[in-house]
């Protein structure tokens, strides 16, 4: 993302003294973003879309709040979070999704043990059954796991980002990190591995 | 100093961040050069983070882009923050 060359700091300041119109040109880099983590978590597009809206007008109603010594993305993300949790606390009361920490976060998850390993090359994402395993395994992922990968692995977002927006400490983002990719490969590992071997015509 | 394959596994987060302290990575290095089955793990893992982070491209939903500024524009006008 090119905000480096935009003046974030510049527009915050012109939106605080009353040109308010600048929000529309603030945000427009972390649409995607943010619709991406709602989605993330809520596995639903319209409640998805729902929590995007409602961050975002947080994000304006409380930007006097903001401090310039995060990353205005950083602090975007960690209010998408916050209504993303509450969204689910509210929907999933009756589902029980739990928020809190997995009694085994200590625990070791044991990766799927394969003798040989196919590269699977990223063309293969046309692939609809692929992308559908992918994402059915990543939603899958407890919501303490899923957050941190999506904001890792997906969003590239480094570890003290992560940690930041996440309000919890680097090591604890490394630990359920390091879990969130073992459940990924010991689930996705087998899958994908099967569908190699149909697909030879494919060079992989 | 030779360690197990479940000593391995512990690492392989570590090791694909290249986080790991040198005389870690010499350990795991050495094992994974004998060890096909760890190799496989470490491969299939890295593969699937590729894999997954390609999923970045998706499509937005139609006109969600201009629903969420008439949102704000609405909010925009109504209040100061």
Known sequence: MATELRDESRMIASILAGDAQWFH????????????MALSFLRNEADAEDVTQE???????????????????????????????????????????????????????????????????????????????????????PLIYREVFQLRDIEQMSVNEAAAALGITISSVKVRLHRARMMLQKTLAPQLQQMAPKRRRWAW | ????????????????????????????????????????????????????????????????????HARLEEEINGITP
Not at chain 2, 8 to 26: F, K, M
Not at chain 2, 27 to 37: D, T
């Open chain 1, 25 to 36: 040109e603030l945000i427009r880099p972390y649409e995607r973003r943010v619709y991406a």
């Open chain 1, 55 to 141: 961050a975002f007008l947080k994000a304006f109603r409380n930007l006097a709040s903001f401090r310039g010594d995060a990353k205005f993305g950083t602090w975007l993300v960690s209010i998408t979070l916050n209504e993303a949790r509450s969204r689910i606390r509210r929907r999933d009361a009756l589902q029980m999704e739990s928020l809190d920490e997995p009694a085994d976060e200590e625990g070791h998850t044991s990766p799927a043990l394969l003798r040989d390993w196919k590269e699977i090359p990223s063309e293969a994402l046309e692939r609809k059954e692929i992308r559908l395993l992918l994402h059915k395994a990543v939603t899958a992922l």
């Open chain 2, 1 to 68: 100093m030779v360690i197990e394959c479940k000593h391995v596994w512990a690492h392989i987060s570590g090791y694909l961040d290249q986080t790991l302290p040198p005389e870690v990575l010499e350990q795991v290095e050495k094992h994974l050069a004998h060890c096909e089955i760890c190799s496989a793990i470490l491969d299939s893992t890295r593969n699937i983070l590729i894999l997954t982070a390609d999923e970045r491209v998706f499509e937005l939903p139609l006109g969600f882009s201009e629903r969420l």
